[in-house]
Every structure is written in structure tokens, then in C-alpha cells.
């Protein structure tokens, strides 16, 4: 791993186009790779019928194709601008291109799979008008799992973080202690998840990133998970509204998604650029723990006491690399090195993880040879019809007041694409766990 730091001083404040008074309060961007028109579209006539509208769309489309442009300008609305973004940088090149197109106060990049539930922009606007326009406003989220996700149990189900309808001040950097931590977040008196279509984040922060970085997210890594410290470290306040603002498709076609199960593909094609980590694997988990290392880094006044609990890492990693798609040298590879990398930890983690470890090795090994003998599909049926039946045990409303994160089946409720559950989520949360999402305090 002899990488180096990747320069990032390409842009700077001055870079920003000129605001004038009265310009709108939100620019929602939606970076894309201009390979999904169908789902661009539904993410742009997510925006539009907010019930705020105060906003301006800006779509960065990585490729340039006729289809996506057509796609996102069809509603003729002009708040709605399409850009093309320049070659020749990096996967990540479009959060920052986009952003230095936004002319609001605040920015939010929406993944353009996403769908932003209608009462989204009007629960921040609410939160920064009643708070001293603060530096970050962050909110919850549910997932949409299509039918052909790879968990067979998912399929065709709301997934539901809980949530508690209350509105606090959260201190930026015990968010970034939190994700640094690899803590669960997201369940009632928790911290934040912080997902990037669930915040909105001031034009003044932002600004701050790119005089001191020239970025806002690493753009050479195949994540952009770089994006949500360094937003994070640049941040003075930051207010919570626990209630759900988008839904995040979790598609079978996602990357986060596919991620384990069609590497040894993926990364034929693509590099998995590494510089920081002590893992080598491929998993999204690596990827993560890369795009923190290398943050840290770049903000060592900001963000050099903030420990990495690597322990925690490893819970996640070895539960990604059990059904890593990889070659049999590849597999010994990345076994002998996640020993080498446990045998660093403190005496009681170095216990504790080695006995998992050695629980997931047999288990890998029988994945891999799933995968070769091609009945890895039925194994996941199998493991999927099972989880199914352990998931009545327990009704919604008890997960809910349990801070416990579950799922419930939409299709009862003809929902056949997100689109159609993000129009009807409310419906089915009240309707499954009795909470109604569109009040900020409620009563189970």
C-alpha cells in the first residue's frame, strides 16, 4: 500500500458562483453516472413536489447521455439545471462539480436511486428557521429493498430505522467520533446515521472544505464516504430531526449492494485504490475505514485525536468478507492478513475477534465453494425464507419501540416501485407501526 495522498486542491471558495439576496434556500444536487434515466427521473419528481419549494435542482451527469438529459429536463420546470460533468477526474468528480454549480443556502446531494418523501425540504426549513440557521441539519431515513435484492429476506420490504420524532442539537464532532467508531447509530437516543441524502449542509461549510481542501470528497475512491467527515470537521452546529426524510433504494443493482457478491467482477474493471488501510480485501467495509484513514489524515489539527475503533471495523469486515467474492489464492491472501492485522489489537480484542474469526473462516470456505459449485443462490434462498419466519416473531410496533432496526412487507400495499412507496410511506409506517411520520413528535 504505497500509495499516496491524493491531491485535492483543485477548487477553492472563490470557485463558488456569486449569491445574491433573496436566492432560494435549498440546491438539491444529484450527482450521477448517467446510466439510470428511469430512476434519475424518479429522484428529480421527488424534489419537485415537495411541499417547500424553495429549491433549485442541479443533476452533474457523469456521462453525458442523451436519455438521462431527456429524463431529468422532461418536466420543463426551470429550476431544474443539467450538467455535464468534465472528464478525466475521478468516480467521485461529480459531488464536487455539482457543488459549485448550487446557488442555494443549503445543499443536500441526493443519490439519484434515492426518493425524497414529500415533507423533506419543509422538515429542514423548520429546523433552520428554529434554530439559528445552524451548520448541518441531519435526518432519518428508510430503505426500499427491491425484488431481486441479494438478501432473499429483504425482498419487496420498507426497511424501518427507528425513529422518536425529536429535534436536539448534536454536537459535529461526536458524529465523527461515532462514525470513526463504527458505532451502531440510528434507533431512539442514538446518534444520527448522517446519510448524504438525509442532510442538508450550509453553503458556508461547504465553502470551508474547499478552501482548506479544495473538495468535499475524495474523488479518487470508489466510495464517497470521504464526503460525510470532512463535511463533519468543517462544521460548527448540527441539529437532528429524527423522523425519516428519504428512501434509499437498495437495489439489486446497487453498488453497496452487489458489492460483496460480484467483486472478483467489479474489481477487474475498477481499482481498489488503498494507501491508509492495514486490510486488503475488497469489502465495503475496507473501503469505509480507507476513506476515514485517509481524512484524518488531510485534517490532522481537525481530526488527528479522534480515535479508529478497529475492533468494531473487523466485526463488520469479517461479516463482508464470509461472502467475498474472490479467487482461492485471493482467500488465503486476505485470511492471512486479517490474522496478521487482529494480532495488532490490545490482548482482550485481539481475543475477542480472533474467536470470531476463526468462527467465519469454515464459513467462508463453504461460501466459496458454494459459489463454485453455482448453489450459493439456493443457500441464500434457504437462509432467506428462514429470517422471514423469525421476523413475525416480534411485531413492528415492538421493533419500533425497541429502537430495533426491521422490515416490513409493502406489496399488501400494491407498492410496486419506490416511487410508489414514497408516495405511500406514511400510509404503511402508520399502518404497520402505528407512528405517523409526518408530525415531529409522536406517541406509540
Same mark, same amino acid.
Given at each position: 500500500?504505497? &500509495?499516496?495522498?491524493?491531491?485535492?486542491?483543485? %477548487? $477553492?471558495?472563490?470557485?463558488?458562483?456569486?449569491?445574491?439576496?433573496?436566492?432560494?434556500?435549498?440546491?438539491?444536487?444529484?450527482?450521477?453516472?448517467?446510466?439510470?434515466?428511469?430512476?434519475?427521473?424518479?429522484?428529480?419528481?421527488?424534489?419537485? $413536489?415537495?411541499?417547500? &419549494?424553495?429549491?433549485?435542482?442541479?443533476?452533474? /451527469?457523469?456521462?453525458?447521455?442523451?436519455?438521462?438529459?431527456?429524463?431529468?429536463?422532461?418536466?420543463?420546470? $426551470?429550476?431544474?439545471?443539467?450538467?455535464?460533468?468534465?472528464?478525466?477526474?475521478? =468516480?467521485?468528480?461529480?459531488?464536487?462539480?455539482?457543488?459549485? &454549480?448550487?446557488?442555494?443556502?443549503?445543499?443536500?446531494?441526493?443519490?439519484?436511486?434515492?426518493?425524497?418523501?414529500?415533507?423533506?425540504?419543509?422538515?429542514?426549513?423548520?429546523?433552520?428557521?428554529?434554530?439559528?440557521?445552524?451548520?448541518?441539519?441531519?435526518?432519518?431515513?428508510?430503505?426500499?429493498?427491491?425484488?431481486?435484492?441479494?438478501?432473499?429476506?429483504?425482498?419487496?420490504?420498507?426497511?424501518?430505522?427507528?425513529?422518536?420524532?425529536?429535534?436536539?442539537?448534536?454536537?459535529?464532532?461526536?458524529?465523527?467520533?461515532?462514525?470513526?467508531?463504527?458505532?451502531?447509530?440510528?434507533? &431512539?437516543?442514538?446518534?444520527?446515521?448522517?446519510?448524504?441524502?438525509?442532510?442538508?449542509?450550509?453553503?458556508?461549510?461547504?465553502?470551508?472544505?474547499?478552501?482548506?481542501?479544495?473538495?468535499?470528497?475524495?474523488?479518487?475512491?470508489?466510495?464517497?464516504?470521504?464526503?460525510?467527515?470532512?463535511?463533519?470537521?468543517?462544521?460548527?452546529? %448540527?441539529?437532528?430531526?429524527?423522523?425519516?426524510?428519504?428512501?434509499?433504494?437498495?437495489?439489486?443493482?446497487?453498488?453497496?449492494?452487489?458489492?460483496?457478491?460480484?467483486?472478483?467482477?467489479?474489481?477487474?474493471?475498477?481499482?481498489?485504490?488503498?494507501?491508509?488501510?492495514?486490510?486488503?480485501?475488497?469489502?465495503?467495509?475496507?473501503?469505509?475505514?480507507?476513506?476515514?484513514?485517509?481524512?484524518?489524515?488531510?485534517?490532522?489539527?481537525?481530526?488527528?485525536?479522534?480515535?479508529? #475503533?478497529?475492533?468494531?471495523?473487523?466485526?463488520?469486515?469479517? /461479516?463482508?468478507?464470509?461472502?467475498?467474492?474472490?479467487?482461492?489464492?485471493?482467500?488465503?491472501?486476505?485470511?492471512?492478513?486479517?490474522?496478521?492485522?487482529?494480532?495488532?489489537?490490545?490482548?482482550?480484542?485481539?481475543? $475477542?475477534?480472533?474467536?470470531?474469526?476463526?468462527?467465519?473462516?469454515?464459513?467462508?470456505?463453504?461460501?466459496?465453494?458454494?459459489?463454485?459449485? %453455482?448453489?450459493?443462490?439456493?443457500?441464500?434462498?434457504?437462509?432467506?425464507?428462514?429470517?422471514?419466519?423469525?421476523?413475525?416473531?416480534?411485531?413492528? #410496533?415492538?421493533?419500533?419501540?425497541?429502537?430495533?432496526?426491521?422490515?416490513? =412487507?409493502?406489496?399488501?400495499?400494491?407498492?410496486?416501485?419506490?416511487?410508489?412507496?414514497?408516495?405511500?410511506?406514511?400510509?404503511?409506517?402508520?399502518?404497520? %407501526?402505528?407512528?405517523?411520520?409526518?408530525?415531529?413528535?409522536?406517541?406509540?
Amino acid at each position: 500500500m504505497t &500509495q499516496s495522498q491524493p491531491k485535492t486542491k483543485n %477548487c $477553492s471558495r472563490k470557485d463558488f458562483p456569486k449569491r445574491s439576496i433573496g436566492t432560494m434556500l435549498f440546491s438539491i444536487l444529484i450527482p450521477t453516472g448517467g446510466n439510470r434515466p428511469v430512476l434519475i427521473a424518479m429522484a428529480v419528481r421527488s424534489v419537485l $413536489s415537495q411541499t417547500c &419549494q424553495d429549491f433549485e435542482v442541479v443533476v452533474a /451527469d457523469v456521462r453525458g447521455s442523451a436519455e438521462t438529459r431527456e429524463s431529468v429536463l422532461a418536466s420543463g420546470d $426551470s429550476r431544474i439545471r443539467y450538467f455535464v460533468v468534465p472528464q478525466g477526474r475521478g =468516480p467521485n468528480y461529480s459531488f464536487d462539480y455539482s457543488a459549485l &454549480q448550487a446557488r442555494g443556502r443549503y445543499i443536500l446531494w441526493l443519490d439519484d436511486d434515492n426518493y425524497l418523501l414529500p415533507r423533506a425540504l419543509a422538515v429542514f426549513k423548520s429546523a433552520i428557521d428554529s434554530h439559528d440557521s445552524p451548520d448541518i441539519v441531519t435526518a432519518s431515513h428508510l430503505y426500499y429493498y427491491d425484488d431481486v435484492h441479494p438478501r432473499h429476506h429483504l425482498r419487496n420490504h420498507l426497511g424501518i430505522v427507528p425513529f422518536d420524532g425529536r429535534v436536539r442539537a448534536v454536537n459535529p464532532r461526536e458524529i465523527i467520533a461515532a462514525l470513526f467508531s463504527f458505532a451502531h447509530r440510528g434507533g &431512539q437516543g442514538e446518534m444520527p446515521r448522517f446519510h448524504t441524502s438525509a442532510t442538508a449542509v450550509s453553503r458556508e461549510v461547504v465553502e470551508r472544505a474547499f478552501a482548506r481542501l479544495g473538495t468535499v470528497v475524495f474523488e479518487s475512491m470508489p466510495t464517497n464516504h470521504s464526503q460525510q467527515p470532512i463535511l463533519l470537521a468543517f462544521a460548527r452546529s %448540527c441539529v437532528f430531526v429524527d423522523v425519516p426524510v428519504v428512501l434509499v433504494g437498495r437495489f439489486g443493482i446497487s453498488m453497496s449492494q452487489a458489492w460483496s457478491t460480484a467483486a472478483r467482477e467489479r474489481f477487474k474493471r475498477e481499482p481498489f485504490p488503498l494507501a491508509e488501510s492495514p486490510l486488503i480485501a475488497p469489502t465495503y467495509s475496507n473501503a469505509l475505514l480507507e476513506n476515514f484513514l485517509r481524512v484524518k489524515k488531510a485534517l490532522p489539527e481537525l481530526l488527528g485525536d479522534v480515535p479508529i #475503533r478497529l475492533n468494531r471495523l473487523l466485526d463488520m469486515y469479517l /461479516d463482508e468478507w464470509v461472502y467475498l467474492d474472490m479467487a482461492a489464492a485471493d482467500f488465503f491472501r486476505n485470511w492471512v492478513n486479517l490474522f496478521r492485522v487482529i494480532g495488532t489489537l490490545d490482548e482482550q480484542e485481539r481475543r $475477542s475477534i480472533r474467536a470470531r474469526a476463526r468462527l467465519a473462516l469454515p464459513r467462508g470456505a463453504m461460501v466459496f465453494l458454494a459459489r463454485w459449485l %453455482c448453489v450459493n443462490h439456493y443457500w441464500r434462498a434457504l437462509y432467506g425464507a428462514r429470517r422471514r419466519a423469525q421476523a413475525t416473531t416480534i411485531s413492528p #410496533r415492538e421493533k419500533m419501540r425497541r429502537g430495533v432496526e426491521f422490515e416490513v =412487507p409493502y406489496a399488501r400495499y400494491k407498492v410496486r416501485t419506490i416511487e410508489d412507496l414514497g408516495c405511500r410511506a406514511r400510509e404503511v409506517i402508520f399502518a404497520e %407501526c402505528g407512528v405517523d411520520i409526518a408530525v415531529a413528535e409522536y406517541h406509540a
